[in-house]
């Protein structure tokens, strides 16, 4: 079992975006829409990440997993890093959600009606994605 097939089986969400590719929803926390995506290497590697900020330590205890569960056996990794993990393409499908969550508080808020514990709480948490996508981005 590949490092991908194994961490997808493990989080539930999953959406494949592109070939090696895909989103699904944290399981660090109790995530509606997929904020987190994994992309998988040539030679078999698996990178993760949050744009919530979550780390990719804390996403694999919540399901079972270790570091040395993102690597293939005996994989002989011989390209360098690479800059860009993640397709823009993935950020903005994440980054698009969490707008529509802005968007939905700010016409409550326009219109005179108070936002409620949960809507603020959800506003936050948006809010913590939509700076965590810019943080991963580069900005």
């Known amino acids: 079992m590949t490092p991908a097939e194994k961490f997808l089986s493990l989080v539930d969400g999953v959406k494949q975006t592109g070939a090696g590719r895909w989103i699904f929803r944290v399981p ?3 995530d509606k829409r997929p904020s987190g995506s994994a992309r998988e290497l040539d030679d ?3 990178l993760i ?7 990719v330590a804390d996403i694999l205890a919540a399901v079972g997993l270790e ?11 011989r390209k360098p890093g690479e800059r860009r ?11 698009a959600f969490e707008c529509l969550v802005v968007a939905a508080s700010a016409s409550s808020l326009a219109s005179g009606q108070p936002l409620g514990s949960v809507d603020r709480e959800r506003l936050l948490v948006a809010a913590e ?11």
């Open 44 to 46: 078999g590697r698996l």
């Open 85 to 95: 993990p993640f397709a823009a393409s993935d950020a903005l499908r994440c980054v």
């Open 28 to 30: 660090t926390r109790k």
């Open 129 to 139: 994605r939509i700076r965590g996508a810019a943080n991963g981005a580069g900005l």
């Open 49 to 55: 990440h949050d744009f919530a900020g979550d780390s």
């Open 67 to 77: 570091m040395t569960d993102l690597f293939p056996e005996r994989a002989e990794i």
